[in-house]
């Protein structure tokens, strides 16, 4: 990050103006004379109080999704993120937000499918709740990564029409303000979980409950601002290896990466530790477009 590149994507947190100037080292100021400082770390925190209910997440859960992505259990769904990117074609130099970054393994993702011999150079603002995983998602690549702590739930501090892709894997939404900050054709690409998701571990009470048709009701949701392009189901079997503290430490670390980490005891019953021979990966990947004005998407919960 540098403070010029981080002027680029952003307008004035208190009265939305903008361009921001960068005076370096580390200051942005508005046209009305609001000055923001950025972190040293490489992002800025956009951010009072969190809307009620949302707490970002801590660093033993940041842990736990990078054990998890590092024994490969996501890679059948990063696979297909990385077709459906690099046949977007967004421009020579994409502007990629990374909403929900999490540990950044989806933000370093998308660097290197949007990275090309052509010259191709994205830029990928990373956006998060939780410092800590911006400052994580920031560390894994500085030269090409801003980091933003911001709240989904409020009005965003991104310019209008500024961005080519939205990624949004297991993350909030908020489809009124991803429809303002994508150009006219832009792509949101949404991760959502089907019911079948993990139901090894559901079985014995140790994650919540999917409902029904969440990808159904993510199309309506997004109507009319957002016009379903593509969708993919992702399904894989990541089978256990017998042995007993590596798979016990994989199924702890599922739980301990996600909402179920908040609840003590997901459903009733929670706490049984006997292991599946197999956990299963099943979620869905829609692709919208940015289609008409930026006034008529609604929000979206995860």
């Known amino acids: 990050m540098t403070i010029q590149t981080m ?8 009265c939305f103006a903008s361009p921001l100037e960068a005076l370096p080292p580390l200051q942005l100021r508005c046209p009305n004379g609001h000055s923001f400082d950025a972190n040293k770390r490489g992002y800025l925190t956009a951010i009072g109080a969190p809307s009620a209910g949302l707490r970002g997440d801590d660093a033993a859960m940041l842990d736990a999704r990078d054990l998890v992505h590092d024994t490969g259990f996501f890679d059948p769904l990063k696979h297909e993120l990385t077709s459906v990117l690099r046949g977007s074609a967004p421009g020579p130099a994409p502007r990629v937000l990374d909403a929900g970054c999490g540990t950044g393994h989806y933000t370093t993702l998308a660097l290197e499918a949007l990275s090309g011999s052509n010259g191709t150079t994205p830029r990928v603002l990373a956006m998060d709740l939780s410092p800590a995983a911006v400052v994580r998602t920031v560390r894994r690549r500085p030269d090409s990564v801003d980091g933003l702590v911001a709240d989904t739930w409020q009005p965003l501090p991104v310019r209008d029409a500024s961005i080519d892709v939205v990624l949004d894997v297991f993350a909030p939404r908020n489809a009124r303000e991803f429809r303002r900050i994508l150009r006219p054709g832009g792509l949101l690409l949404v991760v959502v979980p089907r019911p079948e998701h ?13 409902p029904e048709g969440k990808a159904a009701a ?8 957002f016009a379903l ?3 993919r189901s992702v399904d894989a079997r990541f089978v256990l290896d017998q042995d007993a503290a590596a798979d016990g430490a994989l199924a702890a670390a599922i739980v301990a990466m996600g909402p179920s980490a908040h609840h003590r005891a997901a459903e009733p019953g929670a706490g049984a530790q006997e292991l599946p021979d ?7 990947l829609l692709v919208f ?14």
């Open 7 to 14: 002027s680029e994507w952003l307008r004035c947190p208190s």
């Open 198 to 210: 993990l139901r090894e571990l559901r079985a014995d009470g140790r994650v919540l409950t999917i």
């Open 218 to 225: 993510l199309v309506d949701e997004l109507a009319p601002s």
């Open 229 to 231: 392009h593509t969708a």
């Open 278 to 284: 197999a956990i299963t990966l099943a979620v869905d």
């Open 289 to 302: 477009e940015a289609v008409g004005d930026d006034a008529g998407a609604g929000a979206a919960r995860e």
